[in-house]
């Protein structure tokens, strides 16, 4: 049996007055890949700040590694092992590509991945090394993101909506890198607007519905129906 | 040739503006901070170094190995501390505490050093020169002040650009919660920052104190300059900063020449027709 | 129910009203040093309140309002001294001449944001001054006093020229809180409540959010103008440095502002009475007691930013100058 990751009990969250998120629980092991659904708004990007760091307002419990980091600060918890690679890419326009990548790796977690991993891995991002990282195309931004999480040599990552504003093409390119990303054993939560999809790369899944888990196990013990029924609170 | 030696010596008066301004536009390059006591700061840099000097005997050029570190340990305690508490999206409240805080040093300093103007005694380099042209000739003082604000700025610059601290503030001023995810608490980012700022700081403050006398008041005067040269030259551009305090620096050379009264005034007017013109300065950052 | 008032505002305009007729008697019940300290307190009540509009309202925090204090100054003297005219029909004039100046000034100064508006106000000060040093006319660098016969077309005896000083400082003293407290309940208010709330959620609402600031910037300069040319009055003399003082226009303002509660009407005049009963007790400090004052700002603006009206305001629910609606729900 391999050994809980990240375990989440009883999460309640705010944004501001308004409360997002009513008590979720789940728990996450060594080397799964976890797919969140939900229709907009259900709460699953705040899940994934609440177990990064960068929302505050929460209670209940997050243990990672079996140790509880509920009320640790995000630039605290991306050393402890978990990266984000934010909704809309969020790179630093400031910055080069090159430069973006080695900010990932500001803590200096050991690991696989390197600069030179993250150029074998994306070989397009080496030609565009020094170009500003805005310059770049929609599924090149993503693949900074993605190489700018990965640098922290993370024991989990949460990969936030990897398909948002690309060309359909460019999307499928990036989940053929997936088993790549999260090939040496990397514990992956994803979340995916595209249902199947998300649903084809993961082991496990949760369907978010306003805030409160409404079905989750492995894709395959559910059917269709059931999933659907579950993601539009039917 | 008048004409020629005023605008040369302007020249390089200007460097001592962009010293004045150089910490001024890292500040609100990294964190959108306008600290209205920055003169004051100068100002007090340079009663530090007169008391290092009265303490030690040193040449006031090299009491700066003393002054440059205490100010900077001060930055960053100052924006730990205090500065980091007033960040927000509301403009109010840096912008009254340092102005508390300019007035707390203007009083603090008249308490403990009286009204009295001072000077920094640098020795033969104030007076010493070479002529340049016939009837131009350039002071050993002013060409370092010169060559060393020029450098502070390649400097800053260069950190800015090509090391870890720089792409830190860099991040951090892009946006501060995805640099969060880096590991990069804004915080010690800012404090970091500060520190920096306050370290030019002390180097204006020497050469000012070298230059001319000073006494507890002057800190306004210096920031407006300071301000004027960062607007002049373009926010978010170090070597326009260096451009604006010369303009400034000549501006100020040739009214003087007019009519002495017309020093500072020469300088305020020129500002304000740039912002007539070009508000956003005449070397703005290119928005990438 | 919804209402305005406030058990609390009504007694608070009953007081008032009681306040005034009692102030406008003063000239009969009190010596000449009451008067004049009275004077004084409604300049700073009133440069206040201006301030505060400006900063708690629009958001323009600004460091050079002494430009304006000092060109009113000037102004009054230049008119009385020229042109014959008498002191108080000057003021009026004072107020609009530098309501024309703020018109351009205000255009270019609009050009810088935020803190960067604050020092290039301040700029725009010291061009007043440095400018005002330059006219000879004037008594350049060290200003020159009003002649003893412009006061006397005043008035004949030295009794009803204090008592016009004054009057004419309350008048600008209770004017100004009138203006505030009229502008804030005006539509204009509800504008600016919404600039300070949310600038997005305003601009989207269709307020025009640069003029608002704007006409708010050039009324202000007007009546800073006036309350400056008072103040010329009452010093009697103008001069560069004095006319154009940072510290005493705008520092001292703002430590009022901040210390009783920016943004809120109440602030200024707390504000002003704890600086006068502080400068009684304090001022013969000197430098430790302006350091006392910065130290008071700062952890003011740390520990309770909207100061200690807002403080009272928020422990009790009171409010002396109603500008909201407040909804009162019975049983």
Redesign the interface.
Known sequence: MSEVLLSVENLEAWYGDAKVLHGLSFQLKQGEVLALIGSNGAGKSTLLKCICGLLQKKTGRVSFKNEVITSFVANDIVAKGIALVPEGRKLFPSLSVEENLILGGNVGRKGPWSLSAIYNLFPILKEKRNAPSTSLSGGQQQMVAIGRGLMSNPDLILLDELSLGLAPIVIKDIYDMLPKIIGNGLTAILVEQDVTRALASSQQFLCIQEGRISLGGAPKAFTKDQISAAYFGM | MIWVNIIIQGILVGGLYALFAAGLSLIFGVM???N?AHGDFIVAAAFLAWVVVQATGLNPLFSLIVVVPLAMAFGYALQKW?LN??LGK????????T??????L???L??VFTADSRKLNAGVVETASFPLLPDVAIGYLPLLQFIVAVAVIWGLQYLFYNT?LG??F??T???S?????????QRKVYAWAMALCMGVVAIAGVFLGVRSNFDPFMG?GR??FG??AV?IGGLGNLWGTLIGGVILGVSQAIGAQINP??Q??AG??V??LV??IR?KGLFPRIE? | MITRSTPASRIAAVMAVLLFVALLAAPWWGATSTLRLLGEFMVYLALASLWNLLAGYTGLVSVGQQAFVGLGGYILVALAMFMDLHPLIAVPIAGFVAVLIALPVGKLVFRLQGAYFAIGTWVVAEVFRLVAAQVTIMGGGSGISLPATVLKTMAETKFWREAMIYWLALALGFGALALVYGLLRSRIGLALTAIRDSEIASSSLGIKIERVKYAVYVAVAGMTAMVGSLISLQKIRVSPDAAFSVNDWTAFVIFIVVIGGIGTIEGPIIGTIIYFLLREFLADLGSIYLMILGVLAIIIMLVAPKGIWGFIARRWNVSLFPTGYRVHIKD
């Not at chain 2, 102005?99 to 707390?104: A, E, M, N, P, R």
């Not at chain 2, 919660?177 to 608490?185: I, N, Q, W, Y």
Request: hydrophobic letters at 55%; charged letters at 15%.
């Open positions: 959108r901070l306008v209205i205090i508490r007033t509301d403009i109010l409240p840096p912008l009254l505490v102005f508390g805080l300019s007035i707390i203007q009083n603090g008249l308490a870890a792409r830190a860099r991040a001023s892009d946006d919660e995805t640099a969060l995810l880096m590991g990069l608490d306004p920031l407006i301000f004027e607007i009264g017309w500072v005034l305020h007017l500002f304000l912002l007539a508000p990438g």
